[in-house]
């Protein structure tokens, strides 16, 4: 995994998005997906939050060290699909503001038009 996620020791903040269809045949439930990017940032971080649509996923990654200078943690997503409902398609997101800025990472897997 190391080829294609790199592990930077200074950065105090991952996020990490899948895509509908990657990961099949090799574990595509969420837990397993987790589990295999918190093994690979190691102890030094926390799961701040995650969120998905299917296999839509984004999930964000911050040191513990930070853990007690994050506030207003929200997760969100939208379906976009067929008829504006099906989950194959659409974006998903988590924002916090640390100290007096907030982020916001976002995934989407949209139509080809």
């Known amino acids: 995994m190391g080829a294609w996620v790199p ?3 200074r950065r105090h903040e991952r996020e ?3 895509g ?3 990961g099949r045949g090799r574990g595509n439930c969420e837990e397993d997906w987790i589990s ?7 102890d030094d971080y926390h799961m701040l ?3 998905s649509l299917w296999q839509i996923r984004i999930a964000v990654w911050v040191r513990k060290e930070h853990l007690p200078r994050i506030t207003n943690v929200q997760t969100g ?3 976009t699909g067929i008829a504006g409902v099906v989950k194959n398609k659409g974006g998903t997101a988590v924002s916090f503001d640390f100290h007096e800025t907030t ?4 995934n ?6």
């Open 49 to 51: 939050a995650a969120f």
């Open 7 to 9: 592990c930077w020791r």
């Open 16 to 18: 990490q998005g899948q």
């Open 103 to 106: 982020f916001c990472f976002i």
């Open 20 to 22: 509908q269809g990657q």
């Open 36 to 42: 295999v990017y918190s093994a690979h940032f190691g």
């Open 108 to 113: 989407s897997h949209l139509a080809a038009r």
């Open 77 to 79: 997503g939208v379906a």
